[in-house]
Nanobody, 127 residues
């Protein structure tokens, strides 16, 4: 089992930055993929970013179209922590953000591709 706990959310003005963290405990998740999703009120859960498990060539990252060039996903396996750096934020980024992990090494853009989920954290961007 892997337990995930998000932190770093809050209120930020448009154009500002936030960094979300997701601390993993329990079984190590360094060899598996991890990702961030978000869900705004009345909308479906949306893929934000994903990172592959560690391999000999490192990790690869993927992003949803709405955040490309603004958000950066990274992981520190020594700390068992996943990060999401969010820059140039927009009001439409307002949502509950969830981190997710799976033992599988490849990224999925679908929620069903992940086995473990954090409880979610609110991010609000004011205009």
């Amino acid at each position: 089992q892997v337990q995930l706990v998000e932190s770093g959310g809050g209120l930020v003005q448009a154009g500002g930055s936030l960094r979300l963290s997701c601390a993993a405990s329990g079984r190590t998740f360094s060899s598996g993929a991890a990702g961030w999703f978000r869900q705004a009120p009345g909308k479906e859960r949306e893929f934000v970013a994903g990172i592959t498990g560690i391999s000999w060539s490192g990790s690869r990252t993927y992003y949803g179209d709405s955040v490309k060039g603004r958000f950066t996903i990274s992981r520190d396996n020594a700390k068992n922590t996943l990060y999401l750096q969010m820059n140039n934020m927009k009001p439409e980024d307002t949502a509950v953000y969830y981190c997710a992990a799976t033992p599988k090494p490849t990224i999925s853009m679908a929620s069903l591709g992940y086995d473990y989920w954090g409880q979610g954290i609110q991010v609000t961007v004011s205009s």
